[in-house]
């Protein structure tokens, strides 16, 4: 997850001055879809249909990351491209083509913690 974070950061830039309209700048707009993507990959490790809502890894990114619920992410999206974010300044994109990697599974998170987080699956061979 730490990896897409990075793409996300480093593909869209950030910084936006403040909006006179009382909405969100681009580099809210930024941090709330890094936000909402952390939260989104949350899951239930053995539970039936975990990481199955496919959610583009970044506003400018061409790959997807499977998350539980991309509805937030999604809706964050939609404004940054609504507000011209991905036009000029510092969040401007352009798109970055990148591997499709997956599937994506519900891992348990390390250390005992309850829960667990959508990532790619990895199989272990002895």
Request: hydrophobic share 35%; proline share 5%.
């Amino acid at each position: 997850m730490t990896i897409v974070l990075l793409i996300l950061a480093e593909s869209c830039g950030s910084g936006s001055p403040a909006r006179s309209d009382g909405g969100r700048t681009c580099e809210q707009l930024s941090s709330d879809y890094q936000a909402a993507l952390f939260a989104a990959s949350a899951c239930t490790p053995g539970a039936a249909n975990q990481c199955q809502a496919a959610v583009p890894v970044s506003f400018c990114a061409g790959c997807d990351l499977y998350v539980n619920d991309g509805t937030r992410a999604v809706a964050i999206r939609n404004q940054f491209f609504a507000q011209g974010c991905d036009k000029s300044g510092p969040t401007s994109c352009s798109f970055v083509a990148c591997i499709q990697v997956g599937p994506f599974t519900c891992q348990a998170n390390d250390g005992g913690s309850p829960g667990g987080v959508c990532s790619i699956a990895t199989s272990t061979t002895n």
